[in-house]
């Protein structure tokens, strides 16, 4: 899936309303955990020449936590040339708040199951809030997944989320009918 995205990224490069796109990429904690990881995301992105601030790596804080120093380390080494981060599924998963602070992360990505109750659920809308906070303080985006309603982007936007994921927005498509989305929105 990284060579694949890597590939998308330099398709992405020749077209003026493309390549300034950032790609996100789930990691696996298996890949994650490869002792080359590091060496080769950066052999991939110095194949492709593609500019490292374009992709962007998406780890669960289960893949954080299993090896914390380990994970600082390689997140840090991709860090420097140039790779963001964002932790997928925040709130979902028994991680401690001590670690954020370690972590060089970009982004915390506000899990869909706080998103889909947000009008039903005052605790769910109270998480949400909290995480929005807790982003804006520590100086990293925050981004709403599956975000299908008017109403639940009307509550994130209220409250500082201006980046959304889901089906409001539109439908997994391939590539090639992105592009041409992309394209066409451009003119």
Known sequence: MLENACQQLKAWEIESHTRNLQLAVNVSGRQF???DFVAQISEMLNRYAIKPSCLKLELTESIVLSDVADTIAKMLALRQIGVSFAMDDFGTGYSSLAYLTQLPLNQLKIDKSFVRHISTKASDATIIQTIIGMANNLDMEVIAEGVETQ????FLELNGCFLYQGYLFGRP???EEFDALMSARSK
């Open 33 to 35: 955990r490869q002792p």
């Open 151 to 154: 109403g639940q982007r009307d």
């Open 173 to 175: 498509v391939p590539g």
